[in-house]
Each structure stands twice: as C-alpha cells, then as structure tokens.
C-alpha cells in the first residue's frame, strides 16, 4: 500500500466520520489493484489513477453515510427503527442494483463487513470479476446475481426483501426507481447516487417515484473531497407495496420511463 494511498484515504473517509483498521485498508487498495489490473482487459471503469479512484469510486461510494446519519437522527428508520445508525448496520440486507466494478456496493461492505450484501448486475463477466474480488477480501454473507432487474424484482425471494437499495447506475430516475423499488422493503429505503444538476430530473421523476411506491424524504448535494465533482444521495422511502405489473418487461423501464 502506498503512503499516498492511506493518507488520502484517512482523510477523505475521516470527513465522513469513518475510521478503517489496516485490514480494510489493505482490503481497499488490493481492490484498486485489481480493478486496474482487470480494466487492461475489460472495460470496468474510465477512472484508474490511484488518487481519482479513492475520491470518485471509495469515498462516493461510502457518502452514503452522510444520509444514513441524517435518517438515523430522524429516528425514521425502516418499520419505524433506527436501522441505519452505522453501529447497527450489522445484519442489513442491501441490495446494489447494475453494480458494474462494484461500486458502491463493495466498498460498503469492506467498511460495514456485517451487512448482508447482494451484488445484481446484467454482464456475467463483471459479475465474475466481483466474485474474484470478494474472494481475494475474503469478504463473507454477499450473494452475486447475473440478470436484469426487471426480471430478478419480480421473483419472489427478492421482491420487498431488502433493507437498503443503493445503485450508481447511469439511468435517469423514473427509470431507475422501476428498476430498484421493487426490491425494497415497506418503511425502507431507495438511494440513487447522482451528479450533476438534477432538479429537472427529480420534477420528472415525481409521478414514477409515486406509482412505485415511494415519497422523496429529501437530497444531501455535496462536492466529492479533492474535486470538482457535485453528487447528489436522493433519500426515497417505500410507503406502499407495489402493483404486480411493475417492473414492466425488459427495456421498457428505460424506453418507455413512466411519468
């Protein structure tokens, strides 16, 4: 591990209140190895410099604590409990949808080991890839997924299972929100990663967030640490169960966005 690599990662990650044991440090930066190791060979990310991976892949991924503070302090956790004060994220179910290299939902699980992870993405060969990864970090209790989430929301051992949906899947948000509330549990939480502007997106999105169950609890904007990167975390709870003919079929949610 280089000393560049752990100083920039105490730093940022300390801004979050998050401090890693050297384990999970060199958990961190063996991912980046084979991140960049595997991207020779297939295309996983854009972003290979070590430091850009640390600001735009590690610390994007674990703002989500940011809200999870912010959700725990309202004392308006999933069915009414204070499910997401980081001590008690022990035993969630968090489901990452279009994982990709795995972002975010890998490192959420080297920081919060006891969280029970499900990693859906629709290319077998990244999904290989993240088994390879989580084997190398010996990390327990994740389970991968090879579909789509039009099909893998309608089957009955995913439909409403899941504590917590995270995705940072490029897709606008009524599309996303068809692909990833299906998963989530009554009184628990969606949170889409989004950059850039995305007061337009949010307006559209309404009706849909709306028809699949879900209220928009609020938006945390922030600039990633030792950037010029805006991100949005859009916080939206699942009120209501979800009408069987969502989602639609595959590539409908992104063809035809309800709305």
């Known amino acids: 591990m280089t000393d560049t690599f752990r100083q920039q990662m105490d730093r940022e990650l300390g801004l979050l209140g998050i401090k890693l044991s050297e384990k999970q440090l060199e958990q961190f930066f063996t991912y ?12 996983l990310t854009a972003i290979t ?16 604590l940011r809200v999870l ?9 999933c069915d009414g409990s204070r499910v997401y004060e980081e001590e008690l994220l022990e035993g969630k179910s968090v489901i990452d949808v279009g994982t990709g290299a795995g972002f975010p939902g890998i490192p959420l699980k080297i920081a919060f080991p006891g969280i029970k992870l499900t990693l859906l993405d629709s290319l077998n060969k990244r999904v290989k890839f993240l088994e390879e990864v989580c084997d190398a970090l010996e ?18 051992e ?9 995705s940072r899947a490029v ?26 502007e995305i007061e337009d997106e949010l307006k559209s ?14 938006v945390d904007k922030f600039m ?29 949610p992104t063809k035809e966005p309800l709305g």
């Open 171 to 196: 897709a606008n948000l009524a599309s996303l929100s068809e692909y990833c509330m299906p998963f989530v549990k009554i009184g628990c939480f969606f949170v889409p990663y989004k950059s850039g």
């Open 69 to 77: 503070k912010r959700v725990a302090d309202s004392g308006d956790g």
């Open 49 to 64: 410099d070590e430091t850009d991976v640390v600001s735009k892949h590690f610390s994007d991924s674990l703002s989500l």
């Open 158 to 166: 995913h439909r409403e299972m899941y504590d917590l949906c995270v």
């Open 205 to 218: 999105a309404g009706r849909a967030v709306g028809i699949l169950g879900g209220e928009l609890e609020f």
């Open 139 to 156: 990390l327990k209790n994740v389970e991968f997924i090879h579909g789509r989430a039009e099909d893998i929301g309608r089957q009955k």
């Open 224 to 252: 990633l640490p030792g950037t010029d990167a805006s991100r949005s975390l859009v916080v939206i709870k699942k009120v209501k169960g979800i009408s069987k003919k969502y989602p639609r079929k595959a590539g409908m």
């Open 32 to 43: 980046y190895e084979m991140l960049v190791e595997k991207n020779k060979v297939m295309n």
